[in-house]
């Protein structure tokens, strides 16, 4: 009795090593499922469509580059503005004012016991420059007589030194000169309606001093007044300086009459011009 039950166990679990058996080979040729995060595989190429996207056209590919292009050309025209504004500022020069401040003869003067045929006068230079210095060379002055409303006559010549001025500074220097020719009477004089007139001229050379550190090459000043002296002090008329300028040596009506003339002269030519021009 026993031996047909061990025969019949031997042959179960021979049944069930072989059933399990054939489950491992069918477990082992089954693939493994790896999650898409997980796979290194690359994807398997798909099955290209008939359609097409629409390809971008030239000109959407090429507008970055233009724009670009005209920031970097807008760019470099205002650095050139500036930098050529900033030399603009910097090279510009103001020319320096030249006053008479005081203006003497002791020839005319009526009060005085010593008379000499001395001009005694003082000169103001002003630099309006606030960041340049200036240095000047000698400043030489002529003075002239009027004899007449056009006519002039060598009275006196003087020098001043070369010196340096400061920036947005104003320097005053005194002066004399000995008149020559008889120097200044009375008699000529009343040659001009009683009144003293003479011709101031200056005439010097400048150097600008930019950055502190060099200068500009040197520029030519002059100019020239017509000075009143009161015929029996002696002194300058009016209290206020007189800027030797671009006044022309002529006294009285004469000069007027230039000018008004020329004025009348260029209101003409411009009536005509406007006339022609809308007629």
């Known amino acids: 009795m026993e031996a047909p039950k061990l025969l019949a166990r031997w042959h179960k679990r021979e049944k069930n090593e072989e059933t399990q058996k054939r489950q491992r080979i069918?477990?082992?040729?089954?693939?493994?499922?790896?999650?898409?995060?997980?796979?290194?595989?690359?994807?398997?190429?798909?099955?290209?469509?008939?359609?097409?996207?629409?390809?971008?056209?030239?000109?959407?590919c090429m507008a970055p580059e233009r724009d670009n292009c005209c920031t970097c050309c807008l760019s470099s025209l205002v650095s050139l503005g500036l930098s050529a504004l900033f030399l603009w500022?910097?090279?510009?020069?103001?020319?320096?004012?030249?006053?008479?401040?005081?203006?003497y003869l002791p020839s005319l003067n009526a009060t005085s016991r010593h008379k000499n045929d001395t001009v005694v006068f003082q000169?103001?230079?002003?630099?309006?420059?606030?960041?340049?210095?200036?240095?000047?060379?000698?400043?030489?002055?002529?003075?002239?007589?009027f004899v007449d409303n056009a006519t002039t006559r060598p009275l006196a010549n003087a020098t001043l030194g070369a010196f340096y001025q400061g920036r947005g500074k104003t320097a005053r220097r005194w002066g004399s000169a000995v008149a020559?020719?008889?120097?200044?009477?009375?008699?000529?004089?009343a040659k001009v309606g009683g009144r003293v007139f003479l011709r101031v001229e200056f005439a010097t050379r400048v150097k600008y001093k930019i950055w502190m550190m060099f200068y500009v090459r040197r520029h030519r000043l002059v100019g020239g007044a017509n000075v009143e002296v009161n015929a029996s002090s002696g002194e300058k008329v009016g209290p206020k300086g007189i800027r030797l300028g671009d006044a022309p040596p002529r006294l009285g009506s004469q000069a007027a009459e230039a000018r008004g003339c020329y004025a009348a002269v260029l209101g003409v030519l411009v009536t005509g011009l406007f006339l022609t021009a809308f007629t």
């Not at 069918?26 to 898409?36: E, F, G, K």
């Not at 000169?123 to 002055?141: C, I, M, S």
């Not at 020559?180 to 004089?189: I, K």
């Open 89 to 103: 500022l910097t090279f510009r020069t103001e020319p320096p004012k030249c006053l008479l401040q005081s203006l």
């Open 26 to 60: 069918s477990n082992s040729n089954t693939p493994v499922q790896i999650p898409c995060h997980l796979s290194t595989s690359p994807p398997l190429p798909t099955k290209p469509t008939h359609s097409r996207s629409p390809s971008p056209s030239p000109v959407t």
């Open 123 to 145: 000169l103001e230079l002003q630099n309006d420059n606030k960041d340049k210095g200036v240095k000047y060379d000698a400043v030489r002055l002529s003075f002239a007589l």
């Open 180 to 189: 020559r020719g008889g120097g200044v009477n009375r008699t000529a004089a």
